[in-house]
């Protein structure tokens, strides 16, 4: 079974940083692009960052390019969102999602996991 | 940037269908995936490359997707289906970027 599983979200003060992570289980770790995507407290989806299975090729969002870094580790089978001079319009459930085929990025997202709370506020 | 433009709000009695527009320049020339999101609850893929269902989505869901607009259609509408749906397609210029629409909260009357 496909588990992704969020962890590191908190209360962070406006300028401060946090890093989140997704650890997957269940499939072939290194083959798939995950991306991050969240949802603002009674908002909708936005699609935040995404990273290649082997973590050499990074996409993100117009609004937390050069303020967010995904990264991998594949033998951990974690993906990492550093999250650097946060704002309070970043706060937001981060959910992790996997795309469902492997080494494809334009994809749909076919598992995901719960999401961690990120709160941006003094 | 790329826009995908929903309803807020549809609403249908139960046994009637429902349709969840999505429209986007050219988005018929994109594939258009769509998530059903139910509150508390992470969003759910039920309709990828415009009209292919995952196992385990019942027929009743179906896509379609020509010229600027993607549709979502949901025959025979039940309580269960009562949730927020979202379209999403990928935006590639300078970047690949994913593009979600604002949202359709279906009401099941």
């Known amino acids: 079974e496909v588990q992704l599983l969020e962890s590191g979200g908190g209360l962070v003060k406006p300028g401060g940083s946090l890093r989140l992570s997704c650890a997957g289980s269940g499939f072939t770790f290194s083959n798939y692009v995950i991306s991050w995507v969240r949802q603002a407290p009674g908002k909708g989806l936005e699609w935040v960052s995404g990273v290649s299975g082997s973590g050499g090729t990074t996409y993100y969002a117009v609004s937390v390019k050069g303020r967010f870094t995904i990264s991998r580790d594949n033998f951990k089978n974690t993906v990492y969102l550093q999250m650097n001079s946060l704002r309070a319009e970043d706060t937001a459930l981060y959910f992790c999602?996997?795309?469902?085929?492997?080494?494809?990025?334009?994809?749909?997202?076919?598992?995901w996991g719960q999401g961690t709370l990120v709160t941006v506020s003094s | 940037s790329y826009v995908l433009t929903q309803p807020p709000s549809v609403s249908v009695a139960p046994g009637q269908t429902a349709r969840i527009s999505c429209g986007g320049n050219?988005?018929?020339?994109?594939?258009v995936h769509w998530y059903q999101q139910k509150p508390g609850q992470a969003p759910v893929l039920v309709v990828y490359?415009?009209?292919d269902r995952p196992s385990g989505i019942p027929e009743r869901i179906s896509g379609s997707n020509s010229g600027n607009t993607a549709t979502l259609t949901i025959s025979r509408v039940e309580a269960g289906d009562e949730a927020d749906y979202y379209c999403q397609v990928w935006h590639s210029s300078d970047d690949h970027r994913g593009v979600f629409g604002g949202g359709t909260k279906l009401t099941v009357l």
């Open positions: 050219s988005v018929g020339s994109k594939s």
């Open positions: 999602a996997k795309v469902d085929q492997e080494h494809l990025l334009l994809r749909s997202f076919d598992s």
């Open positions: 490359d415009d009209n």
